[in-house]
């Protein structure tokens, strides 16, 4: 049985990323951020319920203890992230684990009838992530990645953005 072992990300929709992000550095001492656009890269693919899709986002990452602290901001595209913000507003959108084998752990999860809201090509050459559409199950979103080699869940290293 494929289990979840530890919760590496806590997902955030937001509509102004700058705003966000200087509001938790401010007043709550949060940061540094690091932000990207994606795609970042010609080789980005993304797709929702099955369906190639051409997005834009931004997104700001900042370690907070353990957990990595990702917001994002939808710039161009139909997404979950849009999705998100249009029926809940801004806030917590998923809880990343990460998996050592995405495909065991999707056909394992599908036997429950967990179905994937949307996937994609990761930061990162060889990284992919799929966000499992749980909301109504459990309340939140439940977010795979895998990373070719060990991960430590740790935020983007200096000059990988």
Do not use: C
């Not at 007043?27 to 656009?37: A, S, T, W």
């Not at 369906?51 to 917001?71: D, H, P, T, V």
Request: hydrophobic share 40%; aromatic share 8%; no cysteine.
């Amino acid at each position: 049985m494929e289990k979840l072992r530890r919760a590496v990300q806590i997902g955030i929709v937001v509509r102004d990323i700058h705003r966000s992000t200087e509001l938790l550095s401010s007043i709550f001492g949060l940061g540094p951020f690091q932000f990207i656009e994606w795609p970042n890269r010609p080789d980005s693919k993304y797709w929702l319920r099955g369906s190639e899709k051409k997005i834009k986002i931004r997104q700001a990452f900042a370690q907070a203890g353990s957990l990595e602290l990702e917001l994002i901001q939808l710039l161009e595209g139909t997404s979950a992230y849009g999705e998100f913000l249009e029926s809940h507003g801004e806030g917590i959108h998923h809880v990343l684990f990460e998996t050592p084998d995405m495909d065991a752990a999707l056909d394992e999860f599908a036997q429950h009838g967990v179905t994937v809201l949307q996937t994609g090509t990761g930061i990162r050459p060889g990284t992919k992530w799929a966000l499992l559409d749980t909301q109504d199950l459990v309340g939140f979103l439940i977010e795979l990645r895998h990373r070719p080699g060990p991960s430590d869940g740790a935020s983007i290293p200096s000059g990988e953005v």
